[in-house]
T-cell receptor, first 113, second 116 residues
Framework: GQNIDQPTEMTATEGAIVQINCTYQ??????LFWYQQHAGEAPTFLSYNVLDGLEEKGRFSSFLSRSKGYSYLLLKELQMKDSASYLC??????????????FGKGTKLSVKP | ETGVTQTPRHLVMGMTNKKSLKCEQH?????MYWYKQSAKKPLELMFVYSLEERVENNSVPSRFSPECPNSSHLFLHLHTLQPEDSALYLC???????????????FGPGTRLTVL
């Protein structure tokens, strides 16, 4: 079956670092996405990992270990505007359509002053 | 307009009404998607279109009827909905359906649907 797990909620302090974990079990793997979604808005692309290792993009970094079925999103120097839901999604072979995304439930991050 | 747009942004309807959601993408993509987002649940893929042809229908009830007249427009026709259908309906597009590499999807802002 297909399963993607991530924590439901997290709280962190402005200026701090937070790590959001995602574990997955999917039939077929062709990369992992992280999206950010503010309340009432569209999910927006943050990162894509297909090879093992760390991808850094400004304050955000994403890590992938394919052998462990594990990824994390690292947010540094947290700002109040980072309060949002963070969606982990695996691109795989699903229903015969290579390229579809399978989403986790999302992690709601609250940044406190 | 840029990116992916959806109208209306909010919709309240009774169970006997018929309404339609509209999505338009200005990115020149070939694939379009409908998702349902309910509280505390993952995004649920409903339909996938590639160049106006439906390539996936994930066991969605027939009270939801998609239409893709061209590669830039996607509709979701609604009729005799149930209160449990209340959710955020998101449209997305991507370059292709079948992608050997990153198949980043670009999302619209969604339609918040309430069924009374």
């Amino acid at each position: 079956g297909q399963n993607i797990d991530q924590p439901t909620e997290m709280t962190a302090t402005e200026g701090a670092i937070v790590q959001i974990n995602c574990t997955y079990q999917t039939s077929g793997f062709n990369g992992l996405f992280w999206y950010q979604q503010h309340a009432g808005e569209a999910p927006t692309f943050l990162s894509y990992n297909v090879l093992d290792g760390l991808e850094e993009k400004g304050r955000f970094s994403s890590f992938l270990s394919r052998s462990k079925g594990y990824s994390y999103l690292l947010l540094k120097e947290l700002q109040m505007k980072d309060s949002a839901s963070y969606l982990c999604a695996v691109q795989g072979i699903y229903g015969g359509s290579q390229g579809n995304l399978i989403f986790g439930k999302g992690t709601k991050l609250s940044v406190k002053p | 307009e840029t990116g992916v747009t959806q109208t209306p942004r909010h919709l309240v309807m009774g169970m006997t009404n018929k309404k339609s959601l509209k999505c338009e993408q200005h990115l020149g993509h070939n694939a379009m998607y409908w998702y349902k987002q309910s509280a505390k649940k993952p995004l649920e893929l409903m339909f996938v279109y590639s160049l106006e042809e439906r390539v996936e229908n994930n066991s969605v009830p027939s009270r939801f009827s998609p239409e893709c007249p061209n590669s830039s427009h996607l509709f979701l026709h609604l009729h005799t909905l149930q209160p449990e259908d209340s959710a955020l309906y998101l449209c997305a597009s991507s370059q292709e359906v079948r992608a050997a590499y990153s198949n980043e999807q670009f999302f619209g802002p969604g339609t918040r649907l309430t069924v009374l």
